[in-house]
């Protein structure tokens, strides 16, 4: 239930893209000193399947927008599934490949060599949903209009993991979706938009 509940969120939020598009199309990103007119490459990190509602719906924005290209997916590596301890690939993998976008499966973003693979994507923007592994310096010093994490909460509220759990635990009457800034301190970097829905399913926007 969980699950479903934050995959229709993300699902709300990937659906009403302007933070990201006012990014990509220069509103935003003009302030850090990025080009308005080229393409902009964007290098996507999740891991669950809100991850893979989310990289659809980026991607799809992209290619009817033209104004954005993923190329390039990041995720956990595949996992031994069932009894057989067959290895399974992420759902953001699967959809990746579905896609025809290149997927790297660090074991961790810290990693020398997939740092580098990530500098040599020359990513404009990076984009991150339940990717699952901490993000060092150099790899938020790599994109020039810096990462977003969609988040499933209100922020500043329910900071770091089950939030959407946290929320229904405590009997919210109004729970959503935040983009924000990646920082070096969990979910707490500036947030660029939020969509919040009520218990009657209507939603709502906030910057």
Not at 59 to 72: E, L, P
Not at 104 to 109: D, I
Not at 181 to 198: C, S
Request: hydrophobic letters at 35%; proline letters at 8%.
């Amino acid at each position: 239930m969980t699950e479903d509940i934050s995959e229709d969120m993300t699902e709300d939020m990937t659906e009403d893209m302007t933070a990201v598009t006012d990014l990509l199309m220069g509103r935003e990103g003009a302030k850090k000193g990025a080009a308005a007119s080229t393409r902009k490459r964007v290098v996507f990190l999740g891991t669950p399947e809100v991850a893979a509602t989310a990289l659809l719906k980026i991607h799809s924005s992209g290619i009817a927008q033209d104004k954005w290209d993923v190329v390039a997916c990041v995720t956990q590596p595949p996992r031994p599934f069932g009894r057989k301890r067959l290895l399974r690939p992420s759902p953001v993998h699967a959809l990746s490949e579905s896609l025809s976008i290149p997927v790297l499966t660090p074991e961790k973003a810290t990693d020398k060599g997939f740092l580098e693979q990530l500098e040599d994507l020359e990513p404009d923007l990076c984009i991150t949903a339940a990717y699952g592994c901490y993000l060092p310096k150099r790899f938020l010093e790599t994109p020039p209009l810096g990462t977003l994490n969609i988040h499933p909460s209100l922020l500043p509220l329910y900071r770091g993991a089950s939030p959407v759990q946290r929320s229904l635990e405590n009997g919210d009457e109004k729970i959503g979706v935040s983009v924000l800034y990646t920082v070096k301190e969990m979910d707490a970097g500036p947030v660029l938009r939020r969509v919040e829905v009520d218990d009657d399913g209507e939603k709502g926007t906030s910057e």
